[in-house]
Every structure is written in structure tokens, then in C-alpha cells.
């Protein structure tokens, strides 16, 4: 592409020329996106699609069974524009409802299918408002989704106007080979937790049978309890295997317009208590995987992928699920799992691609697990949905050479406004704590971030290296922000393109390479009005030797009545005691922040908490909400600093009176 040098990124491009002899189409199909996967492997249609729990299942069977979940939802009454609210795990039956629903022309909703509390009726109640605002006609939920959550709220949802409700149980689709694979996860994970990293396929029979008679044991008492519940409900309640039997002979009709809602998924960093619902279209989700095959996201033809990531999260269900498939691979369907079973994963499924956020891989240097396992089936590893640093993407790159793969740690930059991926980094572009460049149709340009009515395109000058400003983003796979009529997400004009804001504050160089500092919404005021910007504390806190992450949060100080920040800390080693934690924070205050000619004494937090891990939200993303829930607990590091407003005059650092260091400066 020929630069125009104007100067304006979004005019420019400059990224394009890494795409130089790639074909990119002009237009994308015109149909729904079900249409899109099918022709992209009409001539797959023997080979495996996805894998669930060892159970292989065909392309051509796997169409087979989405045009029978059209023909469930058909029966049911389900019309095009209808939604279907799902509260499903990652189990083959929930994809192949969208898929059903997609082709139909119906929305699926997807809700978080986790509770949020230990208490049914404030998780009952909360639903209740998603539904009230969202408007489903169906619902589609897991057998202890609809016990413990839908079922509180029956009377209500009647209400409402929602009578229908499918049942789906994660065995639906196990055969006796899947669920023999089934049990040995059980008997694995039972021997992980207690330390034994002795993992092998060969398990004695009766160990499994004696796991299997407890397990039918447990499911005859929740199938009794299901078929109380199901006859005392003022709904129709459906077990999904028994609608399949009914729908053999029905009619299918393919709706193709691509213009259609197919997917409304939310976004995990919305404030309040009703998540931002984002409604994506077939248009979107076909222009996303298009782009995103181009730029090399996902894994290669044949290869195996793990669907770990949610469907009710956009990274999940676009680059984690149906990219799989648009470029010709095989799923491995994980409904379930923890962060410490990760490792297991690896080395049980052995997939050639693995795309997550960061803190599976951060951790996977620790797993005693694979600590001597050959890992050269992994051919690609893509993390996003948030930062890693470019330490430990090193780490991560050294480990897996040492351990046979010649893998190396790509990333991405996404939002659920836009199906997840809209840049990549891999190759020249995958430089240190980038984001990457924008895949082929799409923009990323630099605005004004404290206008916010409008936007104000910012330009490279001739003696500028980087351009600095919010992020905003302009491409075909962006949402159209809309839902019932109402705007979500607001978008603005520029230049004849349609763009939305990300919120996330950072900078692009020349060669249209994209880094971002921090999200907007996360600087803060000091009780004295400072603007505290959390990235420009965090970064040099985290230049520190002793220091593996550091995150600032605000928090209120009881004693100065006001507003001031907190760093919450992992330190590299968890024995140290009090005093050394201490000359540690002194060490920061010292040399990494008052030392830093481009950092001020106000920047200085003034308590340091020191904790072994980081909490993740469902995203698994750093929770920040979390961390300012926590407030002040009394273990922190207190740093006071005593300053005129000229100079500073003294610090105390202190954990408690008697641990207390003063020092001049």
C-alpha cells in the first residue's frame, strides 16, 4: 500500500506493509456464518471437527447434529430475531444450539452460567434483571444452572412471558469411551490435588468403577431432584436428548441474511452489577475470522486447538471456538476446569494451538506437572484479553525451548465490541509490550482522550517517534452498538468511517505497531487532586529485581479523609519476613520512584500490600474491583511522606509503629 504520509495513522496505514503478498478480500460472503464454516470445509467433511472427552465427531456429523438443534428450536417456535438465553459450559450440544439457532436467524444470549454469590436468591435476582433488560423468549440452561437459578424466578420469567426452557446435561454427548476418558480426569485430578504429579492413561478398572458408582450414585439423586423440579414448574421444561428424538422428520429453513444478530455476549469489566450486553451480528463474526486467519490467528489446518475460553465471553466464542473451525481444525471441548488444572490439559490433550489470557501461561513455568514433559506438539500460543509483561513472555519462550517446543509467545489486543481480536503480534511486529498491528481491515488510530464528545484525530509531527492518545477502532467486525432500539455502544464519525472508543490510553510507532499504558477508567484522583495514572506507577515498581507484578488501585484513608493509592504486590520470593518486605518497599520508594527523574513524590503509594497472587475476574483478567473491594485490612506497609509544597522533607515506611524506618531526603 502506498503511504501517504499525511501524517494521520487512520489514513496512512502504515501497518499494511506487513501484509504485503497476502490476499485480502475485498468483501466478505454474504450469508450466515454457519454457512461460512460449512463451505470452508465442504471437502472435510470425514475428518474430525472437535474432540470431547476422546469422543472424535466428524465435520459432516457435526453439521448433521446443528441442523437437528435448527429443528429443536423450529418446533419450539423459535422464529428469526427470537433470543435464546444460554447458560450452558463449553459442552458440544451448547455450540450446536448456537449454530442451530444462527442458521434460523435467531440470538443466542449468553449469561455466565457461574453464580456469583453463595446465597441462590441474590443470583436469582440478578438474572432476573439481565432478563428484564435483554428480553429472551427461550432459555437454554445447564441441568444445575436451571435448579439453582432459574428455577427460583420460574414465577417470574412466566411473567414475563418466557415459557420454554432446555435442559442440557454435560454427559448428553459421552458415549462409554467418553466417559471412561471422563473418569480417569476425575481419578487425575483427585491425585494432583494431593501431590502427586504421577499422571498416566493406565488406571486400574476397578479404581474407575468404584469413581463411576459414586458418580451414578450422585446423578440418580440430581435426576431425581430435576424431575421433582421440572413437574412443579409453571414452564415447560424440556430435556434437550428427548426434544432430538421428536424432531427426525421436522422441516429445515436456512436463514442467510448476514445482517442478522446471531450472539450477544457482555463485557467482564463493566461496572455495576448488570454486565454491558454487546450484540454481534454474522457480518461481524464473519469479517472477525477472516481477518484473523490472514493475520495467523489460531491454529493451522488439522491442527487441535483447546475450546477452554466461555462462550458468554467474545474471545472465547470467536477466537477460541469458531476460528478453530474457519481454519480447518479441531476443537477439543474443555467444560470445566481450574487454573491449576491447566498444565494437566497440556499434557493429557497435547493440542497443537493454545489461545488464553495470560494468567494460564504465566503460570505454566511452575507446573511440577510438566516439569520433564516434551512439549513439541505445541505449535502456536496466542494470549489476550490482558497485559503480560514482556519478562515474562521471555520466561514463558526460554521454558518451552527448554522443553522441545519451538513455540514462541504471541499476543493480541481485542474487546467484545469487536468479536475479541482486532491486532496481532507475531513475527517483526511481536516487539516487547506491544499489542501488535491491526489485522488487514481494520483501524487503529490515536485521538484526543480528553475530548470526549467527538473525535480529534491526533498526527505524527517529523521529530515524533510515537503517538500518544486514546485508542479507537473502526472495522467491519465492530458491533453496531444497538439493542431494543437503545445505543450500548456509542460510535463516532471520522474522516467518513464509523469508529468506537476503546478507553484504553497508549501509543503507536512508525512502523504502526500499537502499546497501550492503561485502561482510561482506571486513573484516579489524590485526595489534593493529583491525577494518579496507575501504568506510570506499576511499570517502574515493576523494574524492581524483588518485584513480579505490582497493581495500583485507590483506596480511602480513614486519617487524611480522602482518596489515595494502594500498590498491591507479588514479590518474586513469598518467605520473606517483615523486614525484608519492608526493604523492599523502601528500595521501591527509594530508587524506583523518587530515583526516577520521570516520577514524583506524589506517585508514591501509601500503603504496599504484599500478596502471593493477583485475583482474577471471569474473564481472568486482573480484578481491580476486587483489589479496591479489599480496602484496608491492617497488614499493609504504611507509607507516610512528610512534604511541604516545595519539597520532602521525610518518609516513614512501617508495617507497624515498632518496624518503623525514617530516613531524610
Known amino acids: 500500500m502506498e503511504n501517504k504520509k499525511t501524517g494521520y495513522p487512520h489514513i496512512d496505514r502504515p501497518w499494511m506493509k506487513y501484509y504485503e503478498g497476502e490476499y485480502i478480500p475485498e468483501d466478505e460472503p454474504k450469508t450466515n456464518m454457519v454457512e461460512v464454516l460449512k463451505m470452508r470445509n465442504k471437502w472435510r467433511k470425514s475428518k474430525t471437527a472437535y474432540e470431547y472427552y476422546g469422543k472424535r465427531v466428524s465435520y459432516d456429523e457435526m453439521w448433521d447434529r446443528v441442523n437437528t438443534a435448527s429443528k ?113 480426569d476425575v481419578v487425575n485430578y483427585e491425585k494432583l490435588k494431593s501431590g502427586n504429579y504421577e499422571i498416566n492413561d493406565d488406571i486400574p478398572l476397578e479404581e474407575l468403577l468404584k469413581v463411576k458408582d459414586k458418580l451414578m450414585r450422585d446423578i440418580q439423586q440430581e435426576n431425581v431432584m430435576m424431575q421433582n423440579a421440572i413437574k412443579t414448574s409453571p414452564l415447560n421444561v424440556y430435556e434437550y436428548k428427548d426434544l432430538v428424538k421428536e424432531c427426525k422428520n421436522s422441516k429445515l429453513e436456512i436463514v442467510t441474511n448476514p445482517e442478522l444478530i446471531n450472539y450477544i455476549g457482555h463485557t467482564s469489566g463493566t461496572s455495576g452489577a448488570r454486565p454491558k450486553p454487546i450484540a454481534l451480528s454474522n457480518k461481524n463474526a464473519i469479517a472477525s475470522i477472516v481477518q484473523c486467519e490472514i493475520a495467523g490467528v489460531g491454529p493451522h489446518e488439522g491442527e487441535s486447538s483447546l475450546h477452554l475460553l466461555p462462550g458468554f465471553a467474545p474471545f472465547g466464542r470467536y477466537n477460541n471456538d469458531i476460528q478453530t473451525y474457519y481454519n480447518k481444525g479441531i476443537n477439543i471441548h474443555i467444560p470445566e476446569f481450574m487454573l491449576s488444572d491447566f498444565g494437566y490439559l497440556l499434557k493429557r490433550h497435547k493440542p497443537s494451538a493454545i489461545m488464553t489470557p ?32 514482556y519478562e515474562d513472555e521471555e520466561r514463558i519462550n526460554k521454558w518451552l525451548r527448554s522443553h ?21 503480534a507475531k513475527n517483526d511486529y511481536n ?169 514524583n513524590s506524589r506517585q508514591i503509594p501509601s500503603k504496599f500490600k504484599i500478596r502471593k497472587t493477583l485475583p482474577l475476574n471471569k474473564g481472568n483478567k486482573v480484578d481491580f474491583k476486587a483489589l479496591e473491594a479489599e480496602g484496608v485490612t491492617g497488614d499493609e506497609i504504611n507509607v507516610v511522606v512528610n512534604e511541604t509544597n516545595v519539597k520532602v522533607d521525610s518518609i516513614d515506611i512501617f508495617k507497624n509503629k515498632k518496624g518503623k524506618v525514617r530516613e531524610l531526603k
Not at 454469590?117 to 435476582?125: G, I, Q, R, T, Y
Not at 424466578?153 to 469411551?177: P, Q, R, Y
Not at 511452575?366 to 505449535?379: P, Q, R
Open 72 to 184: 429443536v428450536l423450529s418446533d419450539l417456535g423459535v422464529k428469526q430475531s427470537d433470543i435464546i438465553l444460554s447458560m450452558v459450559p463449553n459442552i458440544p450440544e451448547e455450540e450446536e444450539l448456537w449454530f442451530g439457532a444462527t442458521q434460523i436467524g435467531a440470538i443466542t444470549d449468553y449469561i455466565d452460567p457461574r453464580p456469583d454469590s453463595m446465597d441462590p436468591v441474590a443470583n436469582s435476582k440478578k438474572l432476573l434483571e439481565i432478563i428484564k433488560y435483554e428480553k429472551p423468549k427461550y432459555i437454554v440452561a445447564a441441568d444445575k444452572c436451571y435448579l439453582w437459578m432459574i428455577k427460583p424466578i420460574e414465577n417470574e420469567l412466566k411473567e414475563l412471558g418466557i415459557n420454554d426452557v432446555i435442559i442440557l446435561h454435560a454427559s448428553d454427548s459421552m458415549d462409554d469411551l467418553a466417559m471412561y476418558e471422563y473418569l480417569k
Open 404 to 424: 522441545g517446543s519451538n513455540a514462541e509467545v504471541e499476543k493480541g489486543h481485542g474487546m467484545s465490541e469487536f468479536c475479541g481480536c482486532g491486532t496481532y
Open 431 to 599: 516487539k516487547p509490550n506491544t499489542i501488535g498491528i491491526p489485522a488487514p481491515k481494520t483501524i487503529y488510530t490515536m485521538v484526543d482522550p480528553e475530548v470526549e464528545d467527538r473525535l480529534v484525530p491526533l498526527r505524527f509531527e517529523d521529530d515524533m517517534d510515537v503517538l500518544r492518545g486514546e485508542i479507537v477502532v473502526s472495522a467491519e467486525h465492530v458491533t453496531n452498538g444497538m439493542l431494543h432500539g437503545e445505543t450500548i455502544v456509542p460510535h463516532y464519525e471520522m474522516d467518513g468511517k464509523s469508529y468506537i472508543r476503546t478507553k484504553d490510553i497508549g501509543y503507536m510507532d512508525k512502523d504502526g505497531c500499537f502499546f497501550i499504558d492503561e485502561r482510561k477508567g482506571r486513573s484516579f484522583a489524590r485526595i489534593d487532586g493529583y491525577k494518579v495514572k496507575p501504568s506510570e506507577i506499576e511499570r517502574p515498581i515493576e523494574e524492581n529485581k524483588n518485584v513480579k507484578y505490582a497493581r495500583i488501585v485507590p483506596y480511602y484513608d480513614r486519617d487524611i479523609r480522602g482518596q489515595m493509592p494502594m500498590c498491591h504486590l507479588v514479590l518474586e520470593k513469598n518467605d520473606l519476613s517483615d523486614e525484608e518486605q519492608i526493604e523492599i518497599v523502601k528500595e521501591i520508594v527509594y530508587n524506583n520512584i523518587i530515583g526516577n527523574p520521570d516520577m
Open 358 to 389: 495470560p494468567a494460564f501461561l504465566t503460570a505454566l513455568p511452575d507446573y511440577e506437572l510438566l516439569k520433564n514433559e516434551d512439549l513439541s506438539f505445541i505449535d502456536r500460543i496466542v494470549y489476550g484479553g490482558d497485559a503480560m509483561t
